[in-house]
Every structure is written in C-alpha cells, then in structure tokens.
C-alpha cells in the first residue's frame, strides 16, 4: 500500500515537474534581451525537466488518485517545486546560500512576499521577474494549472485540487474539475493583463515594473521589484489601481465568475459583505489612530494585509500601538474562501461567528433545533466541526512557532508578528521584521521555522500535518 502511493506520488510529481521547468523560458528570455547571464535558466531548465522525466518513467503507473494519495501528492510538491526554484537564486551572479534561497523561493510560490534580500535592486532583470513569477503561479495554484492541462489528471484530478484548495469554496464553477481550473486561470490572467495595461498606460510606472506589480498583486503575494515596494513610486494613481486589484484578489474568484456572467445577487453574500465591513473598519480605526490625512497610506494598508499581499508604502511599524495591532488582527483574518490569499479566511470567522451565536441561543434554549446557516442555506455540523479544528491548529502552530522564535532570541512583537505574516502568507511583520526591514538577519533556525510555516500557511494546516501522522502510512 505505502510502496504503491509512494510511487504514484513520484510519477505524479515527475510529471508536474517536466511542466514546470518550461516556467524558466520566460526568465531566460528576458536575460536574453538584456544581456544577463541566461546560461543560468538553461540549466536549471535541463536540470528541472531531468529530474521530472527520470521520476515520471522510472515510477510510471497507470493507478488512478484517491483521496490519500491527494496529501503527498500537493504536500511533496509545494516542497519540491520550490527546492527546485531556487536554482536562478543559487547560481550567480546572485549567489545566495541554499538555506536563503529557499527561503526567498518558498515565500514567492506560497505568496507570502517575505524576503531576505537587502537591496532588491541589484538583481538582475531576470531575477527580479522570476521572483514575481513564482508568486504568480503559486497564486492560483501550480496544481490546478496542471489539472487545467493535463489530460492525465481528468481522473482523480479532484483530490488534487481539494487539497490545494482546502480552504472554504463553497462550489465549483462548472461541474467538470478541469474547465473549473480552466476558467479559473482564465479570470485570474484576465485580471493580470487589466493591471498591467492600466499600471503602464494610466498610471505610466514603466513597462517591466508594471508586470512583476501586476504578477505580485492578483497572486497577492507582495513581491516588487524595489525594496520600498509600492511606496518607491510615490504614484497615488498607480496606488489607487493597485488597491482595486488586491481588493478583488482577496475575494473569491467565484464571485468574479458571476459577475462577468452579470448575476449581480452574488454581492449579497455574507461573507462578502462581512469582508467589506471588516475592511471599513479597519480603515476606520487606521484613520481614527493616524489622523484622517493619512487615509491613503491608511486604505493602502488595511487592503494590502487583510488581501495577505504585503505591499506597502508607508512604514506602519512606527505608527501607533492601537494601528499596529489592527494590521495585526488583518493578517490572522485574512481574506474570503476561494481567493488567492491567505490567513484564517473571512468565511471561516464568519461560520465560527455563527456557531457561537447558535451555542448562545442553546444556552437558553437546551431543546431547541438550531442549526448553523451561511447565506439562508444550513451548513452541515461536519463543516463546522472542520472549521473548529483548523482554528485550533492554526493558532496551536502559531503559538508554538512563536515560543520557539522567543527562544532563538527574537522579541515578542517580533516573533508573533513574524509567524502571522509567515503562517498566513502576507510577508512584512512588525518589530525586527518590519516593512522596512527584512528577513535576512534571522538565525538560520528562525528560517527553517518560517519556511514551515509558510508550506503549512499555504496548503492550510491539514494537507501537511497529515504526511507526519504515523497512522496516515499506515491506512
């Protein structure tokens, strides 16, 4: 049984593998055109596309996925495509070590934006757009690209999908898996192209800045190529644009679906809703803390944290307390089911919400019926029960990253801030790991802790904790 699953998962993942290594014909092309050093994606393209051929004939088997086999599979893979894009990092004329530059790799796939590079600046062309490529693709999700093209994942695909979409999706677009992921890369391009056109036509940032801004916005990842981020351009139109375009990466992609189909009713949603009020107030308190002249940096912030992408242009870790710990809570919430960014997720604080009303209203009534209802439709008490669970390891995780931070040395607002950003994939902290700081400092056992997190933050707890547990290999 073990030796059969382990199998499957290397031949699925020598498949994915040979797909991705053709991602390095953009970077290589680009230092093409501006006379880098393009033998580097050569090679990790060779070496990539190698590995994935090796691993994909030398374990071929024609077993169909089940359930079980869905863990390893995304779980190994968000490991080994990262391992592997670390290679244009590792090369010079970068040059990083292994441990940094797998960092900076995991962070981009999984959009968490936190970097440990100290002068973005200085990297190539093709760097700086292989970093925004790899958040990119790890924004709607490397697995669903592949379940989009390859015919060999029609069956079973939906194990797969599952478990890189674990968070709360309420439905799927279409009844067949495959034109779900096709149509939702489709949105997800579409919404890439709008930015970069408006970013470089209305808001004239220059042409290749628009790109890696757009990659690094709909992925909600943060990544830029400056290290002032957002706030280097002192472009408010281009600010304006880009909030409009974290704002929707942070809602669920269903919604965008409906929309273009014209069904306006899909607004009146309540976690939509419950997103927009939780935005509101947030940018409220901002303004009520910093004063109502610094309602853009203000608006900006509020966005970029609870969408979990990270960009900033101003410098939030010396504003008040009381705004701090607002953009604290905005990185735990996070935002809404079925988008591209991290955290809890608004439909999961919604449901708990719910729930807790409903234990309040049995207080007093022990015999009544009460159920749990999301958008007038009862939720069933398996999905409440799920949603319990994963509040309970997401803070469990946090909590116990956070002491072992303390340990090695990190300050309290330092080390909590550092697993909120990580856990839930927003990038710049509070304290030491502030948004004009980075993450290059940290001792190399901090690292590994935030490269965990950040895996786990990304696949959302389960997929991953489940490969640890003894009785998992042995069903």
């Given at each position: 049984m073990v030796h059969q699953r382990v199998r499957l998962t290397l031949h699925i993942i020598g498949s994915f593998l040979k797909y991705f290594a053709l991602a390095y014909i953009i970077p290589l092309c680009v230092a093409i055109y501006y006379g880098e050093k393009w033998h580097i994606y050569l090679y990790a393209l060779v070496l990539t596309l190698g590995i994935g051929l090796i691993l994909e004939f030398r374990f071929k088997t024609e077993q169909v996925i089940e359930r079980v086999d869905g863990f390893t599979i995304v779980a190994f893979t968000w490991l080994l495509i990262p391992l592997l894009g670390t290679l244009p990092y590792v090369f010079p004329p970068v040059g990083l070590g292994f441990l940094d530059a797998f960092f900076e790799t995991m962070s981009g796939f999984t959009t968490t934006g936190a970097t440990i590079l100290n002068?973005?600046?200085?990297?190539?062309?093709?760097?700086?757009?292989?970093?925004?490529?790899?958040?990119?693709?790890?924004?709607?999700?490397?697995?669903?690209?592949?379940i989009a093209i390859l015919p060999r994942l029609a069956v079973g695909g939906s194990q797969l999908f599952d478990r890189e979409f674990p968070g709360p999706l309420p439905e799927r677009l279409r009844p067949r898996l495959r034109t779900t992921a096709r149509l939702l890369w489709t949105i997800y391009a579409g919404f890439t192209a709008a930015e970069i056109a408006l970013l470089y036509f209305l808001a004239r940032l220059p042409l290749f800045d628009s790109v890696c801004i757009s990659f690094s916005t709909l992925s909600t990842g943060g990544f830029t190529p400056t290290a002032a981020s957002?706030?280097?351009?002192?472009?408010?139109?281009?600010?304006?644009?880009?909030?409009?375009?974290?704002?929707?990466?942070?809602?669920?992609?269903?919604?965008?679906?409906?929309?273009?189909?014209?069904?306006?009713?899909?607004?009146?949603?309540?976690?939509?809703?419950?997103?927009?009020?939780?935005?509101?107030?947030?940018?409220?308190?901002?303004?009520?803390?910093?004063?109502?002249?610094?309602?853009?940096?203000?608006?900006?912030?509020?966005?970029?944290?609870?969408?979990?992408?990270?960009?900033?242009?101003?410098?939030?870790?010396?504003?008040?307390?009381?705004?701090?710990?607002?953009?604290?809570?905005?990185?735990?919430?996070?935002?809404?089911?079925?988008?591209?960014?991290?955290?809890?997720?608004?439909?999961?604080?919604?449901?708990?919400?719910?729930?807790?009303?409903v234990m309040m209203r049995k207080a007093i009534s022990p015999k009544a019926v009460i159920r749990v209802k999301l958008n007038k439709k009862p939720l069933s008490e398996e999905i409440v029960r799920d949603i319990i669970s994963f509040l309970f390891l997401y803070l469990l995780v946090a909590v116990v990253a956070?002491?072992?931070?303390?340990?090695?040395?990190?300050?309290?607002?330092?080390?909590?801030?550092?697993?909120?950003?990580?856990?839930?994939?927003?990038?710049?902290?509070?304290?030491?790991?502030?948004?004009?700081?980075?993450y290059a400092w940290l001792p190399d056992a901090a690292k590994v802790i935030l490269i965990i997190c950040m895996w786990l933050g990304r696949l959302e707890l389960f997929t991953v904790l489940m490969i640890f547990a003894p009785r998992f290999w042995k069903g």
């Open positions: 002068v973005v600046e200085e990297l190539p062309k093709s760097a700086l757009l292989w970093r925004s490529l790899t958040q990119w693709l790890g924004g709607m999700g490397v697995i669903a690209l592949f957002i706030g280097a351009y002192g472009n408010p139109l281009a600010e304006y644009i880009i909030m409009i375009f974290m704002f929707l990466a942070g809602a669920s992609f269903i919604i965008h679906h409906q929309l273009l189909r014209r069904n306006w009713r899909v607004i009146k949603g309540e976690e939509f809703r419950l997103y927009l009020i939780i935005l509101a107030v947030a940018v409220f308190l901002l303004l009520l803390s910093q004063g109502i002249y610094s309602y853009r940096e203000g608006m900006f912030q509020a966005i970029s944290i609870m969408t979990t992408t990270g960009f900033v242009t101003a410098d939030f870790s010396t504003w008040h307390s009381s705004a701090r710990i607002v953009l604290l809570a905005l990185m735990f919430i996070g935002a809404c089911g079925g988008s591209t960014g991290g955290g809890i997720k608004v439909m999961r604080a919604l449901t708990l919400m719910k729930h807790t009303g956070s002491i072992a931070l303390c340990f090695l040395g990190l300050n309290l607002e330092t080390a909590i801030s550092a697993v909120a950003a990580t856990l839930g994939n927003v990038g710049p902290g509070l304290g030491g790991v502030g948004p004009t700081l980075n």
